[in-house]
């Protein structure tokens, strides 16, 4: 897959099929513009996602957070076989382009001759543009509108905002279900300070970036991929509160039947399942022995 980023100095000379969004968690709504895509693709086009190096509402909202980072992004679109990903700079000159303004210059730098998007994808400035305005200047700019409808699940839409609400709530089973995949976190493994594996529990410790919206704090049943492998296990998102007051936010997560180096890895934590809150405990002692309950409930819980 071809990876554009950080510039708006581009071209597609090849004819495109285009879907444009978000796609914050790719989730299976997502999945049905995937599927015009592929439709595109049989056609002899090459497909084409653009979407934003930072979501909009972000650039509003400074606590706002992702499902997934712009890395973690770049990886699921091409898991789904898509040719270029464009992450456009948003910066205020884009925002301040009127919707016909965006199509123009769209259709300027990509030889597009379809573009794909929900019901629901606004563009160009205040968001005025609605897929109406996609179907009003395909004819003039030379492009077919595809337009699809919201996927719904359980009676209501499936939407980035539906799965972060689940998320928050420490729900990751009916997440999951929306995803499409297991909600995960991408960070490379830390040196750490060692606790874990002074009272028999060796743990990798990551943080999490900033960006990304992490499920409660508390215990959770996880599978880890690294090196193309999975491995079941139980982490923990939280600070450490039996141990100290200081510590950020981190994920730690023990490995079943795992023994090796992994410092400094890439490791990909998917949330299975909300064992427990997290909780400050009054001795170390009474820490190892709640985890050892945790590991014997993730252990039932995955059939090992």
């Given at each position: 897959?071809?990876?554009?980023?950080?510039?708006?100095?581009?071209?597609?000379?090849?004819?495109?099929?285009?879907?444009?969004?978000?796609?914050?968690?790719?989730?299976?709504?997502?999945?049905?513009?995937?599927?015009?895509?592929k439709?595109?693709?049989?056609?002899?086009?090459?497909?084409?996602?653009?979407?934003?190096?930072i979501?909009?509402?972000?650039?509003?909202?400074?606590?706002?957070?992702?499902?997934?980072?712009?890395?973690?992004?770049?990886?699921?679109?091409?898991?789904?076989?898509?040719?270029?990903?464009?992450?456009?700079?948003?910066?205020?000159?884009?925002?301040?382009?009127?919707?016909?303004?965006?199509?123009?210059?769209?259709?300027?730098?990509?030889?597009?001759?379809?573009?794909?998007?929900?019901?629901?994808?606004?563009?160009?400035?205040?968001?005025?543009?609605?897929?109406?305005?996609?179907?009003?200047?395909?004819?003039?700019?030379?492009?077919?509108?595809?337009?699809?409808?919201?996927?719904?699940?359980?009676?209501?839409?499936?939407?980035?905002?539906?799965i972060?609400?689940?998320?928050?709530?420490?729900?990751?089973?009916?997440?999951?279900?929306?995803?499409?995949?297991?909600?995960?976190?991408?960070?490379?493994?830390?040196?750490g300070?060692?606790?874990?594996?002074?009272?028999?529990?060796p743990?990798?410790?990551?943080?999490?970036?900033?960006e990304?919206?992490?499920?409660?704090?508390?215990?959770?049943?996880?599978?880890?991929?690294?090196?193309?492998?999975?491995?079941?296990?139980?982490?923990?998102?939280?600070?450490?509160?039996?141990?100290?007051?200081?510590?950020?936010?981190?994920?730690?997560?023990?490995?079943?039947?795992?023994?090796?180096?992994?410092?400094?890895?890439?490791?990909?934590?998917?949330?299975?399942?909300?064992?427990?809150?997290?909780?400050?405990?009054?001795?170390?002692?009474?820490?190892?022995?709640?985890?050892?309950?945790?590991?014997?409930?993730?252990?039932?819980?995955?059939?090992?």
């Amino acid at each position: 897959m071809k990876y554009i980023k950080d510039t708006l100095e581009f071209h597609i000379e090849e004819p495109s099929v285009v879907t444009l969004g978000k796609f914050d968690g790719l989730h299976l709504g997502h999945r049905y513009l995937m599927e015009e895509l592929k439709k595109g693709k049989a056609l002899g086009l090459k497909s084409v996602a653009f979407t934003f190096d930072i979501s909009p509402r972000a650039f509003l909202q400074e606590e706002y957070r992702v499902l997934s980072t712009n890395e973690e992004k770049m990886h699921i679109f091409e898991e789904a076989g898509v040719d270029v990903l464009i992450e456009c700079p948003f910066t205020e000159e884009f925002r301040s382009l009127s919707p016909r303004a965006f199509l123009e210059m769209l259709t300027g730098k990509i030889c597009v001759r379809r573009i794909v998007a929900g019901t629901d994808f606004c563009f160009g400035y205040k968001r005025s543009g609605t897929y109406r305005e996609l179907e009003q200047y395909a004819p003039e700019l030379g492009y077919e509108a595809v337009i699809v409808k919201k996927m719904q699940y359980r009676g209501a839409d499936i939407s980035s905002t539906r799965i972060r609400e689940c998320i928050s709530r420490g729900d990751m089973e009916e997440a999951n279900r929306l995803l499409g995949y297991e909600y995960f976190v991408s960070a490379p493994v830390l040196h750490g300070n060692a606790l874990g594996r002074t009272i028999g529990f060796p743990t990798a410790n990551q943080i999490p970036p900033k960006e990304k919206l992490l499920p409660p704090n508390g215990v959770y049943a996880v599978h880890a991929i690294m090196n193309g492998k999975t491995y079941c296990g139980v982490c923990n998102i939280g600070r450490k509160p039996t141990v100290g007051d200081n510590y950020p936010v981190g994920i730690e997560t023990f490995f079943f039947d795992f023994h090796g180096d992994i410092y400094d890895r890439e490791i990909r934590v998917a949330f299975v399942k909300h064992i427990r809150p997290e909780k400050k405990f009054a001795s170390v002692e009474e820490l190892a022995a709640q985890i050892e309950r945790d590991k014997e409930t993730c252990r039932k819980l995955f059939g090992l």
